[in-house]
């Protein structure tokens, strides 16, 4: 039988730019340095359970060094790789209060979640790293500002989440569909498993806190209850699945079909989520992957992002399942 060839991430990278001779290749560079970080992340989180072996947070472990949180860590990997990378003129994180500068002579801005979902990693659940990448606008060799960090989200010039699960994968688009690539670790590599993901056009899965049902807008728990009503001809009740991981809800979703939803709630009424570092990464992929991603009002990649934490309600997922929800929320009866 015909062995397959196997394609790694550099390879497939690699490709990619040379289908683009003009291209400096610095983009291609991040992608190394954020996969070289994810490895040593990976090697972090598959070590999480041994917390009473390896010392908790806080403490000192046998090198002498401080433990730090899992979070913390990631956050500090991800900089240091892209850092000496040398090819990213700032990165904003939501593990930090300001725009880190690193060099001004380059042309792109990273901005980065390291460890989504890090309340999961004390019960072993699935967690992500999420990833945008942007152009500055400003010229190259004077101080990144402000708005070169507050672009729409139509801007990025790629995206990508990493998923710690049974195993470990990255999952990017750079605006020519989106590819998912599974580490083996027996040789250390990623590898081309997911080509070309395409997310079912419809499906039966929905994915809210239901815990906040009382307190998100009327329109959205009128659909939820559309969700739930049995009617034979449309797969109803469709399955709830929440894991409270985004990464891992969005992964799930994009494979299989389904909506996820973080609306806005009565204590927070733009929702809980990230402007630059969840939603707009995740609207890039699944708009590439033929999905539809919302704030309710429009596009999530449409959104005028006025400062780095911004929160924003986001409905995301299959576009049958984001255009039903619309109609729900356009509907002038659900709002009396
Ligand atoms: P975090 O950035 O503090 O980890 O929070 C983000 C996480 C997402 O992964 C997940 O979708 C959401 O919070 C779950 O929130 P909730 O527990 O309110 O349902
Ligand atoms: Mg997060």
Do not use: W
Request: hydrophobic share 35%; with cysteine.
């Amino acid at each position: 039988m015909e062995k397959k060839r196997v394609i790694t991430l550099s390879q497939f990278i690699a490709d990619e730019q040379a289908k683009f001779p003009e291209s400096s290749g610095d983009l291609s560079k991040i992608f190394r340095d954020i996969k070289l970080a994810s490895k040593i992340v990976n090697r972090d989180v598959r070590k999480a359970g041994l917390v009473d072996i390896l010392g908790a947070h806080g403490s000192i472990n046998v090198q002498g060094e401080e433990v730090k949180k899992l979070d913390v860590l990631a956050n500090n990997e991800f900089i240091a790789s892209i850092q000496a990378g040398g090819d990213c003129c700032a990165l904003i994180s939501e593990e930090e209060d300001y725009i880190r500068h690193m060099n001004p002579d380059a042309k792109y801005i990273v901005a980065i979640d390291p460890l989504d979902g890090s309340s999961n990693i004390d019960v072993n659940a699935t967690i992500g790293t999420i990833f945008s990448i942007y152009r500055r606008i400003s010229p190259k060799g004077s101080p990144v500002t402000e708005a070169d960090c507050l672009q729409k989200g139509t801007n990025q010039v790629a995206a990508g989440y990493v998923i710690y699960g049974s195993s470990t994968m990255i999952v990017y688009t750079t605006g020519q569909g989106v590819n998912g690539f599974t580490l083996d670790v027996s040789i250390g590599d990623f590898c081309l498993s997911h080509p070309n993901i395409q997310i079912p056009q419809d499906g039966k899965i929905y994915s809210v806190n239901e815990g906040n049902f009382p307190v998100i807008p009327l329109e959205v728990r009128e659909y939820i209850k559309y969700c739930k009503t049995p009617d034979a001809s449309t797969n109803r009740p469709f399955s709830a699945r929440y894991i409270g991981s985004l990464v891992a809800d969005f992964h799930r979703n994009l494979l299989k079909g389904g909506i996820f939803m973080y609306p806005s709630t009565e204590t927070a009424p733009t929702g809980k989520l990230r402007l630059m570092y969840e939603c707009n990464p995740m609207a890039f992929i699944l708009e590439q992957a033929g999905g539809k991603a919302i704030d309710g009002v429009g596009r999530i990649m449409e959104v005028e992002p006025t400062e780095l934490h911004q929160r924003v309600p986001v409905y995301m997922g299959s576009t049958k399942m984001v255009e039903k929800l619309e109609t729900y929320l356009n509907s002038s009866e659900a709002a009396q």
